[in-house]
């Protein structure tokens, strides 16, 4: 790793991080509340068969305990959308992003392998990630002081929870990042991530509302993220290593991938 | 190292180039760039691979430490590849080359670090300050900014300047900056790519007189450019690749000493000398104002010689340009229609002479 490059890489993303993360801190304060304010209504609505009981299990998660507020936390797009930033977009755009606009030439003409340089990128992505889940575990502590809950909060399993986050949000990034050093223009290197990220958390809503398609769920990467599992106190290790295993891949390819690319002259 | 030794470039390395590569800043022995399909594993006779486009082909030159060394030659001629592989954003096909002594493929960061290069069309970080921006490549170079001060000064890059973000700067000053970005740090070789792109005419010429500081400091530049008056101005050699091959490689002095200078001279009344005759001159002619006119070539001597006894009222001499050697050049090169992935023909040190 180069201290220099990762110190470029801080500067010039710790603005966007500071604003995402408090985002993010928001968001996670936001749903204890919700939990505490309209739990026990929401529980007594879906009783009453008005709303039908398999649309409650969005993502493995509900607003009826604690833990699956905070679950639903997780796996609400608008989460999806702040790890997002960092995850996808600064991941896609890290190498295909400078090459597009032509600075990897002055970044490559110093004495730097490409390896260095994507393991640089990489713990950069992994910081950035790692603060904005630390930011959502900080609000769900937050919320659940503010509504007086705080008591029924497994406070010692977030740091559990932080690292499946870690895990799966590492894995998407890996994969972006190898597909970032595999193409010439952002374009395609964020439409191919993103496509893996929409089609696998399609996958996972579709499985989680439809039990015909239930068997489709195991093929989504966001099924491993067991939030609510982890807060009642189940850790599911296949899960952990299934994420850490496709990161472990991703990372392999773009290792293998990026410095044997030949890097023609940007046109 | 001789200059004839590299002429060829299908010839294989001379004892005497391997005995002397210790004094070449950098040598390439038929490096060769080839992108597309590979050849298939069975070569029927008469069938070439479709989509195969060779970029660099066995391109074999060395350039001696200390020089300035210009590498001239169209849009799509090989130059950006050939700079490319020396610094390690390209793999080679086939050959090999080094670069102050060490392997490209293998020592591509230790090469980076000893060299400074300016990209064609640089693009910087537009959001950085230009101070910032030296600040962060000098540190991700590792070496102290010895030359950048100097640099600054002779470029008349200000301190108010380079406190603005690089987004404002005109595209002079960021090739200003591209141009101390890459010496900031006294690198031992620099590869310059058309590094006069978007300077004006005395940002040129302060430009040059850095290029003649750093060779009287011993420091190698390699120099590519399509401007041929500043080439011919700065570089000590010449290299001048066309579709992929070397088709040129001489001292300027000497590619500059066998072209045929322009000759107009005028003389009081009839009194025209007899100079179809005289060693070195050809085209002779008279235009309608009574003007006679030539082409010269070699030793001046003779010529003057004949002039003498004549009452010569003016006459001028055109200095021979690299421009016409390099158009030269080019005149024998295959049509356009041929094959476009098809290297021309090597220059041999016998056709060469024959020029």
Redesign the interface.
Known sequence: M?R??FG?LWR?QRTKLLVVCVAMLAWSTFLPVIYQSFGQQMQALVDSGVIPKQLTNFGGADVFTLAGSVALGYIHPIAIILVSIFAIGFSASAVAGERQ???L?????????RWTVYITLLAAVLLFIGLVLAAASLGTVAGSAAAGILDQLPVGRLPLLWLNGMLLWGAFAAIALAASVSFDRLTPALGVTLAIVIVSYFLYVLGSLWPDAKGLEPYSLFTYLTSRDILTGIVDVKSFALLGAVAAVAIAIALVVFP?R?????S | MTVDSTLDSRAPPSAERVAFASMDALTTTGLTKR?GHREPPIHRPGHRPTGEVRALEDLTIAVREGEIFGFLGPNGAGK?TTI?LL?????PTAGSATVLGRDIVRD???I??R?G?L???????D?LSGERLLD??G????RPSVRRAELLERLELSERTLRRPVRDYSRGMRQKIGIV??LQHDPELAVLDEPTEGLDPLMQRAFYGILDDLRAAGRTIFFSSHILSEVERVCDRVAIVRRGRLVALEDVASLLERRKRNVELRVAGDDVPVLDSVPGVSAVGRTADGRVTCQLEGDVGPFLAALAGHHVVDLTIEPAHLEEAFLELYEDAEPDGGDPSAGAAPVTPEGLAAR
């Open positions: 180069n220099t490059l470029h010039s606009r032509g600075t030439e002055v970044l490559l003409a110093r004495p730097l392998s044997r030949d890097l023609a002259a940007p | 992108y950006s490319r610094l390690g954003y390209l793999h591509s960061v230790e980076r670090r060299v290069y990209p064609g069309g640089i693009a910087l970080y959001s962060y490549l540190e991700l170079t590792g970005q890459a």
